[in-house]
């Protein structure tokens, strides 16, 4: 069951959060971050012809992702730009503004399968950043749900997958309930907040599909979005 979950979270993480992204596009944005890129494949597929894409991620990951790029022949956009960041030495403005980033313009940070890895003060001051931005920015992420919450399966759901990642080598150390996630967003200076649990997910994404894909009862993650 954590299995198939997950893999239905992590899509329709990416779903829920490209639809903002696209009603961020449509109110003029030209501006997305891809905080923790990855091997994210938005900038490959960028639909927006107006759109700047920044990927920001830690430098070595962002040089292997480039060599797997090349190797497979696959040409750079040209609005995309790369951001390598290593917090011990460089703020997140610091890294944007070498790239080009406009400050003074209203940006969109797409930030997925981050925030449960981080410290509390990591998290906070990745929001004081997005916060001061101008009005009409935001930011879509997903996050873990306090443990101590959870029903006895979700416990047992979330115990088994907490020993994966640990044993991968990235532990959780970030967990929040509902309530203290709008703290942290409004306390940052975010003015509109939403939130969506598993059943409202399974509203918007997943009602009357054939194969009966959805998320389970066991709810060990939210989405947000916040805006500016």
Known sequence: MVGRDLRAFMAVRSRY?????A?????GGEQ???LGAGLDTFAYRNPFAGLRVFEVDFPATQEWKRALLAE???ALPERLRFVPLDFEHQTLAEGLAEAGFDRDAAAFFGWLGVVPYLTLTAFRATLGVIAQLPAGSGVSFDYAVAPETLSEVGRKAFDALAG?????GEPFQLFFTQEEMEAELRRAGFQRVEQ???????ELYFKDRADGL???AVKLGMLATAWV
């Open 17 to 21: 959060m490209e639809d903002q992204l």
């Open 196 to 202: 969506l649990d598993s059943d409202r997910l399974n």
């Open 214 to 216: 959805k998320l389970s």
């Open 32 to 34: 997305y971050v891809v």
């Open 23 to 27: 009603a961020f596009v449509e109110r």
């Open 72 to 74: 497979a022949e696959i």
């Open 164 to 168: 994966r990642v640990a044993a991968a």
